[in-house]
């Protein structure tokens, strides 16, 4: 509950904001290939088409490469709320990734 109370506070002032909706212990990102949804306890991502459901496997390398900036959020945010975020941001932007083996998991199998 915490958790979702500092994303609630932090996502309107990212970019993404417009992509983003909590829904109970989960955070939903719209991208341009599908829903994806964020598991808020443990930061498991999902991707949800009409044709998959399933879970990601986001290479740490990707997730600590998102350009974050944390002095523009107002409040501190713990290591695992920022993992979120950054994985919602890549997700949100979705058709910019380019790394193979995340681009695999996105396709229809």
């Known amino acids: 509950a915490l958790r979702a109370e500092v994303l609630s ?7 993404i904001a417009d992509r983003c909706k909590l829904e ?8 341009q290939l599908g829903t994806y949804r964020i ?3 443990w ?3 999902m991707i949800q088409t009409e044709s998959i459901t399933r879970w990601l496997k986001i290479p740490q390398s990707i997730v600590d490469a998102v350009p974050l900036d ?3 959020i107002p409040i501190d945010i713990d290591p695992r709320t ?3 975020l950054r ?3 890549i997700l949100a932007d979705d058709w910019r990734i380019d790394a193979p083996e995340l681009v695999r998991q996105l396709m229809p199998e």
């Open 87 to 89: 994985k919602a941001f």
């Open 24 to 31: 109970k212990a989960w955070l939903e990102v719209r991208g």
């Open 82 to 84: 920022e993992m979120i």
């Open 43 to 45: 930061g498991g991502a």
């Open 39 to 41: 598991q808020l306890g």
């Open 9 to 15: 506070r932090v996502l309107p002032t990212t970019p």
């Open 70 to 72: 944390l002095s523009a």
